[in-house]
Each structure stands twice: as structure tokens, then as C-alpha cells.
């Protein structure tokens, strides 16, 4: 029944099952919209012993990944090892045996991106990667095709599902943090070892590919500014509630004139914004375009079948182009090779927004002018204060919530800096960022 | 500076002159983007007097439709006329002449769609109709390229502008629904003859559209069930409210096991469902996939720029194409034109869903008992019903609203057409459709 075109799939995990299994099942759908069969000829794994959901050929199976680079039958290679050398050096050598290579490794094109996209060009094959950022959402082809006639003003994204799982359950169940952490791990949902989820590290990876895309630049993730989510309290977020916020890990990057504001980190977003009522593990991404305007997107961030329909996305295009004789029509990142250079970023101290303060308060007389007299010395103007009657936490201090109007971050760090060395300031200050308007 | 493609523009309106500005502001973007110009060498309109808001030499401008037709040097032409004949036939011939073609025609394309892709595929042209489902949102290349190894298990859409905007103000701000039509007249949000919109018409062009690309088949609109937001009073949406829902005109289509439910009416929505979120002009577009999940996608489904930025990036798209010196690379219908058949729909009677009623009650004793009598006897099960004290309306009765479970669309109908009979019953009783899990 026509045209064959041979994978090889490196990694026989939940996504790499997830593949087989989405091949298998939908085979004929496949074939009716692409005109030809995806075939797995050579799956490699150091395990090939273990049952997985799907059944292969044990013949297909090998732990030797030669057996894949060395097919000449295989133009189009699946990686899924994961992390950064094992992957990065597989990727490189499959490239340069002329394989395209369709990967959902964004620490690697995050952290290696600059070195694989340079090896791709050279060697004249395709990289697709759209399972990377946002799962099954279909960011990366948005950003290269749909919104290809756009300056992207500004990004918002919800871009790690497991923290976002989080913050939803302590915000829908008033539990503490450290509480349904344990719980997504228990269900598998978050790693032993969270870190990269909750401290922003994954959102990092994603958000350094997002602006790569959106703005044809080579990013350091380094340079962007992170912050997690283990510091929210309870007490945080029903504030947030009261003020009409939720409150969201979020990637946001903002075009200024001449560089762009890019930072991580929980966030307050009013009710009625579409990235407040993104719950559970799900993720978002909310483009403005000058032409477009507010673009939104939204869907699983991760997990097996997801993941494999992104993947299966990517393997159909390369297909497509190879079917037509030719290869990447879409520049990888966006832009054209030539105008490819490196990106300008702004120091978070010089970016502004809105801010939440929780003091610490000691239930003394003077508390709140001291505080709002430095505040007003550092140019931060009070929008609103929260102050419950005189209840004194553990620590014998009243929780004080203000927020701002648009204030500096640099003049926000040194003004907190002062307040907490206050002898009427019991603890350290919490800040929070709020979003009101500027993504909208 | 590199290659040039030319362009001819027919129609020179809102959405031309969009083009034309993008093309114009964000020329540099573009070029580094495709790796060529796109410029556009001629533009037909029957008005080339009127001065728009961007500038164009005049020597580009022409009333005569074949001075783009004729020329050799044009291979897309961008169709704006609207309406159906005209752009039929402009159509048609240019694609005779082996131009391809970018529409935002939705009207044409539903009614005309057979005939036209068939003669794309005769004359190897392609089609770009990125602009004429969901505007800006990336709809048909999701559908076509992101969600092509899935079976779409359901479709639910916020596909008309115009309609959300009204009920959107409806219910904000309680106003009713002739009022807010004749603001979004005056303000130009809707036709003086607005019975496209709000009647359900421009939906079912859009829905048509989309299930031909979800489903690969032909589909003729006529069949779609389709039902208007005319009917929906202030007393409706507040009772909603009351139930946790709010009213939105939805086009629903869901995969049953060897045909399509396909529908058009408004619904009630959760309030924590993201369509029940989307306010004003906007639109959304809720795919469930069977690997993919959850796909949201939102954005502007009208207006200048936006569909500007969504017919510019299907230029793009045949450019690049163009410049690989193939064309058409994803069938124009998702499917591979020799798998493209005849849609099988359910027949509305055989739609099941749960439903909110009001009743016009005459205040007598036994009329709950007799109207929950006849419900009972067709299989209906009442869910919850709220009656507020005695209130007699001006036809002396008094409004009882039930919901129900899931119940079969023609039980509802005869046991409506019985109740409606009855002499403790004072009006036709009102019938608006519940979506409670089935598009989660």
C-alpha cells in the first residue's frame, strides 16, 4: 500500500511507547492524510528486555544504537534518551550521516541548541522539535508559520505542568505546598528530585527556545531571570485571592525597544485573564502579535500520548517534505540562518511591573509609616493594603499586604532591603509580581 | 535584495488594505523570516479612487480584474471580494490559469467547496484559507499539520464574533439582546442585516469548513443542525448563572462510533470550561484528539489585521513552497483527495445532551406534577428545577426552569410539544442545550 518511509526511534520509554502505540492505532488515519506508512524499522534502548504496553517485532529491538545511525534505509531518526551528552552526541552523529532527527529534548536544544541548529544547517537536515515546548500545543509551528507575518510583543506562558499542578491544588484545596508536592510525587506526576520543575529550571529550557523562535536570536539561558514556586505560602495565594489574582508560575517576555524583558516566575494574574483558569497539569502559551493581537493556546504540556501526537506532527512534516524532494521549508528558528544573532536582553533590575509585599509586621505604632515612607522615598507608589485586624503569627508580627503601581524593579529590591532591616520588621519580606494589563 | 514574489490583490477594503499594511510595516520581518519579498504588483478593486490608510503607487491599482489574471508574473492572487459569484469565478479562473489562490472566504468555500478544491487539485494549485476559520487563530493549520495523527473525538467552537459579543454584553452587563444588537450596529461590530451572525449562518460556514478538514469529507452545510442566539433572553442567562453556566452560541461536532454529530445552537457552559471564558469578539476553538487531549486555541476570528496576519501567513506558506520549487505539500483537506468521501451525519433527533427548560407555568396547582409526568414518560430525568415564589410574569405565569440529565433530542421535542399543549402552560417553553462533560 504505497510508500514506505523508515524511522528509527532511540529511547523506548513512556514517549517513545507512546510513539509505537499512536503509529500502530492510527496507522491508516497516517497514511490517508500523508499519502505513505511511517515505519519503525530499529527501535534502540539499553532496555529491550522489559514488557512495554505495545508489541514489536523483537527483531525491530536493539541495544546498539549503530544499528540505527548505520541504516541507510532510515532517513529520519527519534530521539528520546534525554539529557544533555548521550543525546547531544547521537543527535550530531546522526546528522552528520544526513538523518533528520525529530526530538522532544528542550534542556539539550536549550543548553546545545546553538551547536545542533549549526550542524543541521551545514549538514542540510531537518530538526523538529515542537514536542519541546508545550507538549501537544502547537507552539513552535505558530510561532514559524501562523504568526510569521508578526512582531511578537510580548509571551506569557504556563510552561511546566507539574508546577502548575501544584499551585492549583494548594489554590483549590488550601494545602500547603510542601503537602501536594509529596502527593505529585506519589502519583508520579512530579520526579523525586522536582527541582527542575518547581525551582523554573524546565520552564527556562522552554521559554529560552520560545524567545529563540520568536525573536530569531541565540539565547543563554543563563541570562534569563528564575525564580520557583517553592516560597508561595497558602497565606500568598489567599491573599492573591482576595485581590482578585491567582497566582501562576509564569515565562514572560516582553519586546522593548531595542531589547527584550524576559523573566521566570510566580506571578499574579487577574481572574478574568485566560492564563488565571489554566488548572491541573495543563499548559499555555499567550502570544500578542502587532498584527494578530492576543493569540492563546492551550493543551497537555507533557505525558505519553501528548507527546507522541506532537512528535508524530513533526515526523509527518519531514515526511511531507521528503515526499516532495525537499527539505526544511521553515528556517529552525524562524528567521533565516543569515539573520540569526544574539539576543539583547534587560536586566531585570531596569524591567517594571506591579508588585505584592507581605511585611512582617511588629504590632507596634509607626509599622506602616516607616514602611510606606521608604517605599515613597524609592518612588514605589501603594495601590492598595490589606491589614487583618492585629492576628500576630508565630513570630509575634501582622501580616501586611500592599501592592503597587508600576514600579521599578531595582528601586523594589533596595527599598525592601531597608524595610527589612527595620526594628519594626519581624521577618523577611515576600514579594510577588503582578500582571494586570501589560498582557493583555 | 533577494528574490521577489509578486502578488495580485483583488478586493481593496478593510481586510486589502490590512494586507497591504503588514506587508508594508513588517517588510523587513517577513523577508528575514521567508528569504524573498513578497510584493504585491497589482491591485483590482471597482473603487481605486477612495484613499485608504496606506499608500500605494498608483500605477499598481486597476479596476480590471484580468490586468492580474493575464499577468504571467503573478503567481498568487489574494481573493477579497466576498460574496459568492464574483469570487467564484475569479477564482476559478485564476487557478485555470495555475495561480495559486488566498481566501478568507468562508461563504464560498462552504457552499462552493467541492467544486473549488476540485479544480485546485486538477491544476496542481494550492489553496490558503488559513483566514476564513477562527481569523488570526491557527485553526486549519492545526487541524491539517499539529493534530494529523489524531481521530478528533469532539469539536466545540465559539466561531462568530459578533454573537459572542452580544451575549457577552448581555450578560455583563444585563442588558437585552436588542439593545446590545443595535450598539454593536452602530459601533460597526454587525451588519445592518445581521442575520449571518447572530442566526447561526457564519458559524455553520466555519463549522462546515472545519469538519471537512477534521474528518476529510464533503460536507453540505444544509444538514448542519443550526439554531441562533435571537431567542435568548436576560431571564435565560441569569438562570444560568444561578446554575453555574453561561450562555454561548457553540458549534459542537462529536466522532459517534460511524458518523458525526454536528450542531449549532447556543448552550449553556461551565464556568470553569475555558469557552465559557471567552469574552467579546473573540473566538475559540476546542479540539479534543484522541493522542493529542485537550487543544484550545483563541484569538481575534475577524478583523483587520488580524485576518491580515493569517492570509499573510498563508502567503508564506505557498512562498516557501515556491522558493523549494514544489507545491502543495499537506492535502487541501487534510486527507489525500482519493480518501476524501461523503460525511456521515447523525440526524438531530438522535442527538443526546442534557437541556435546561423553562416553563411558563399558569399558577394552578398539579403543573409541576403534570409537566415532570410527561418528562418522565419520554425517559427525561429532571436534574434540578428552580422555581422562585409566586412571581407572575406579564402572561400571568410563572417561570419554572428544570435541567436534565442526558436525554434524546426527539423525546425532548414530544414531550415539549405535550407540554406546551397543556392547559396549566401559558407560553412555549424555552429549550437551550447543556454541554456539561462531553467536551472535557
Known amino acids: 500500500m504505497g510508500k514506505k518511509i523508515f524511522l528509527g526511534l532511540v529511547g523506548f520509554g513512556t514517549i517513545g511507547t507512546g510513539i509505537v502505540k499512536l503509529l500502530q492505532e492510527n496507522e491508516e488515519l497516517i497514511q490517508k492524510r500523508l499519502g505513505a506508512r511511517l515505519v519503525i524499522k530499529k527501535i534502540a534502548d539499553i532496555d529491550i528486555d522489559t514488557p512495554r504496553i505495545v508489541s514489536v517485532d523483537r527483531n525491530i529491538l536493539t541495544t546498539d544504537v549503530n544499528e540505527i545511525l548505520e541504516d541507510p534505509e532510515i532517513p529520519i531518526v527519534i530521539e528520546l534518551i534525554g539529557g544533555y551528552e548521550h543525546a547531544r552526541s547521537f543527535i550530531l552523529d546522526a546528522m552528520r550521516k544526513k538523518k533528520h532527527v525529530v526530538t522532544a529534548n528542550k534542556a539539550l536544544l536549550a543548553i546545545h541548541g546553538n551547536e545542533i541548529f549549526t550542524v543541521a544547517d551545514e549538514e542540510e537536515v531537518n530538526i523538529g522539535f515542537e514536542a519541546s515546548v508545550g507538549g501537544t500545543i502547537p507552539v513552535i509551528r505558530t510561532l514559524k508559520e501562523s504568526l510569521v507575518a508578526n512582531n511578537i510583543n510580548s509571551i506569557a506562558g504556563i510552561m511546566n505542568g507539574t508546577s502548575n499542578y501544584i499551585l492549583t491544588k494548594m489554590t483549590e484545596e488550601k494545602r500547603p505546598f510542601e503537602d501536594v508536592l509529596k502527593e505529585a510525587q506519589d502519583l508520579g506526576f512530579a520526579e523525586a528530585d522536582p527541582t527542575y520543575d518547581i525551582e523554573g529550571i524546565d520552564t527556562a529550557h522552554k521559554l529560552t527556545l520560545t524567545l529563540s523562535l520568536s525573536y530569531g536570536k541565540r539565547v543563554n539561558m543563563q541570562d534569563i531571570y528564575m525564580e520557583g514556586i517553592s516560597k508561595i505560602s497558602l497565606q500568598d495565594i489567599e491573599f492573591a485571592k482576595e485581590l482578585g489574582y491567582n497566582i501562576k508560575l509564569l515565562a514572560i517576555a516582553i519586546q522593548r525597544e531595542n531589547a527584550i524583558e524576559a523573566r521566570i516566575h510566580p506571578t499574579m494574574i487577574p481572574f478574568d485573564h485566560l492564563l488565571a483558569n489554566v488548572s491541573g497539569n495543563f499548559n499555555a502559551f499567550h502570544f500578542i502579535g502587532d498584527a ?100 500576630v503569627d508565630g513570630a509575634g508580627a501582622v501580616p501586611v499586604v500592599m501592592t503597587t503601581h508600576e514600579a521599578r524593579e531595582k528601586d523594589v529590591q533596595m527599598a525592601l532591603k531597608e524595610i527589612d532591616e527595620l526594628d519594626v520588621v519581624g521577618g523577611k519580606t515576600i514579594l510577588i509580581r503582578i500582571e494586570d494589563d501589560r498582557l493583555k
Open 292 to 391: 494578530s493581537g492576543s493569540v492563546f493556546l492551550y493543551g497537555q504540556g507533557a505525558g505519553m500520548m501528548p507527546t507522541a501526537s506532537a512528535v508524530v506532527s513533526d515526523l509527518v512534516d519531514i515526511a511531507r517534505d521528503m515526499l516532495k524532494g525537499v527539505w526544511r521549508r521553515v528556517p529552525l528558528r524562524s528567521f533565516k540562518k543569515e539573520y540569526i544573532d544574539d539576543i539583547k536582553l534587560i536586566p531585570m533590575d531596569d524591567i517594571a511591573t506591579n508588585y505584592y509585599f507581605r511585611f512582617s509586621a511588629l504590632d507596634r505604632p509607626g509599622v506602616l509609616s516607616k514602611i510606606s515612607g521608604i517605599l515613597g522615598s524609592r518612588n514605589i507608589s501603594i495601590a492598595s493594603v490589606i491589614q487583618k485586624g492585629r492576628q
